[in-house]
């Protein structure tokens, strides 16, 4: 039988192929690539890579997918502390029915690939017990090879892995499709939804409703916060009409419910210590904060002298195979900033250019398109509302008296492993 090599879509031409043969298909492309062959099927680009940083990694793939587990204590935690406990209802209102019919398992895990919750056909359940997929269990892609969970997490979107695409040979009888949950209010991954049964039960039409009841899920977050906004304006728009000078009222993410004597911003970045008192932020200098219900009061000092609140040092983490951060430090203090996937991308080719890049030249590094500069400069304006004092223009750069240190990952493959970048993918491929 002639099979075409698998591109994104390959899994759509294998459903149509009867299980058995579908997974004897994968099952020699993984056997060929794991053994540094060419295999007559390539894998999907999404597997293969997954393949390869699994086995940077070193996972056995004959090992067992078993893992000990969250103890009692740290499970029900981890439950109460994730906003997808809120959300756990809507989720099973959307999915419950559909894999209990299609005898499948629905699977919700944290941000870690902890599983927190499961439910769906009991007797799939009995049979996830077998590999582990239990709560408190680890399903990251560091712990248990290429898998739904895993890579999602890994990719930050949704996918599908089928029988053999799994790296452990364990899983070979499943498949399971899975979309990371992003809370609206500060972009940051909650966990990941995911749909798992035997691998007979494959259907490319899975993902799909996985995807959509994840992005119900954070619709349903966003409608939330909203609400709670709403309550803290009718709270500070009274008291704001009382302050002098700039002054505006956050909700506890940084979102601006009202302000005055200054232009209206996005969202105000805090850090995670952020409390009462004078704290220093780099978008607008020192500040006096107070409480509010629900969120803070931020009243902006003016400078008492020259270079107060001025930045000397940054550092770039980018270590974590899903978080980067900036970390911004000088006389009046330290501030860290976690850094969508895009911000990330600027900072890294701007602490590699630290003489500056032209719009044309950030657009050509990001997207292998000089002409896409509307978008760079809105992404670098974006940016510098967080890092007013760490950013110059004209050309874009790190400013000439910040000191900048990049913190890369073991692995130069394993930088932002999520982008594609045309900068990023070079720097992947220099030597360690």
């Not at 890049?357 to 002409?371: K, P, Q």
């Amino acid at each position: 039988m002639q099979i075409e090599p698998l591109d994104p879509h390959g899994l759509s031409r294998l459903s149509a192929l009867h299980s058995a043969d579908a997974a004897r298909v994968l099952a020699r492309v993984r056997d060929a690539a794991l053994a540094g062959g060419t295999p007559h099927v390539a894998p999907r680009p999404v597997i293969d890579a997954s393949w390869r940083r699994v086995m940077r990694i070193g996972i056995d793939p004959d090992r067992s997918t078993s893992s000990e587990l969250l103890p009692a204590g740290e499970l029900e935690h981890r439950r109460r502390a994730t906003a997808l406990g809120e959300l756990l209802p809507s989720v099973s209102q959307g999915l419950i029915t559909v894999v209990q019919a299609s005898q499948q398992i629905m699977v919700v895990t944290d941000e870690e690939g902890r599983v927190l919750w499961r439910d769906g056909d009991r007797g799939v359940m009995r049979k996830a017990d077998g590999i582990c997929l239990e709560a408190g269990a680890a399903w990251s892609e560091e712990t248990t090879g290429t898998n739904g969970i895993g890579t999602a997490l890994e990719l930050r979107r949704p996918v599908q892995v089928h029988s053999a695409e799994h790296f452990v040979r364990t899983l070979h009888d499943w498949t399971c499709a899975a979309a990371p949950v992003h809370d609206p209010r500060n972009g940051r991954l909650l966990g990941v939804i995911d749909v798992s049964g035997a691998e007979s039960t494959f259907h490319p039409a899975t993902l799909a409703l996985v995807e959509s009841v994840a992005r119900l899920a954070e619709a349903e977050l966003r409608d939330r916060h909203v609400r709670s906004v709403e309550r803290l304006r009718s709270v500070a728009s009274p008291i704001l009409c009382r302050v002098g000078g700039r002054a505006l009222a956050v909700d506890s993410h940084g979102w601006p419910a009202a302000v005055t004597g200054m232009p209206p911003v996005d969202r105000l970045p805090l850090p995670k210590s952020f409390g009462a008192g004078r704290r220093w932020l780099p978008s607008l200098g020192m500040c006096a904060v107070e409480p509010l219900p629900g969120g803070w009061l931020v009243r902006v000092e003016e400078a008492s002298g020259p270079g107060e609140g001025a930045v000397s040092r940054v550092v770039l983490d980018l270590s974590g195979r899903r978080r980067t951060s900036v970390t911004v430090s000088g006389a009046a203090g330290q501030w860290t900033h976690e850094l969508s996937p895009r911000h990330a991308e600027l900072l890294y080719v701007l602490s590699v250019h630290r003489e500056g890049r032209s719009a044309a030249e950030l657009a050509a590094d990001l997207f292998g398109d000089r002409t896409r500069t509307v978008t760079v400069r809105a992404e670098v304006s974006r940016l510098r509302r967080h890092l007013a004092q760490v950013l110059a223009h004209r050309p874009y750069r790190f400013a000439d008296e910040v000191e900048v240190e990049v913190v890369p990952p073991p692995h130069p493959a394993d930088l932002l492993p999520h982008s594609t970048a045309p900068a990023i993918t070079a720097a992947r491929r220099l030597p360690a």
